[in-house]
């Protein structure tokens, strides 16, 4: 079963940027599409991109498009998220997650994803 790591959240002004980082555990990853997504206080969990397993092909979430990016680095079972001119409604934790099926596509359904990640707290002042 893999285990899934996040990190690189933090505290930071609207307007700036961080790097997500999430390292998976397990095998077969490089055939595994990822994705990210996030929770804020009181609210449902919600897409925020996701990634084919070879990378050639990216979802993003309305919120997100222009703003983040999503890639990975297989050869270091990682998955990564860029997130620039971030906004204080960016405030969530965000999770990372992995499908388990070989080739399956990258999708923005949360119930698709088999593995999950503690999260990492991302916190925008203004």
């Known amino acids: 079963q893999a285990q899934l790591v996040e990190s690189g959240g933090g505290l930071v002004q609207a307007g700036g940027s961080l790097r997500l980082s999430c390292v998976a555990s397990?095998?077969?990853?490089?055939?595994?599409?990822m994705a990210w997504f996030r929770q804020a206080g009181g609210q449902e969990r919600e897409f925020v991109a996701a990634i084919r397993w070879s990378g050639g092909r990216t979802l993003y979430a309305d919120s997100a498009k222009g703003r983040f990016t999503i890639s990975r680095d297989n050869a270091k079972n990682t998955v990564y998220l860029q997130m620039n001119n971030l906004k204080p409604e960016d405030t969530a934790v965000y999770y990372c997650?992995?499908?388990?099926?070989?080739?399956?596509?990258?999708?923005?359904?949360?119930?698709?994803?088999?593995?999950w990640g503690q999260g990492t707290q991302v916190t925008v002042s203004s």
């Open positions: 997650a992995e499908r388990a099926g070989a080739y399956d596509s990258a999708t923005p359904y949360s119930i698709e994803y088999d593995y």
């Open positions: 397990g095998r077969g990853f490089d055939s595994h599409a």
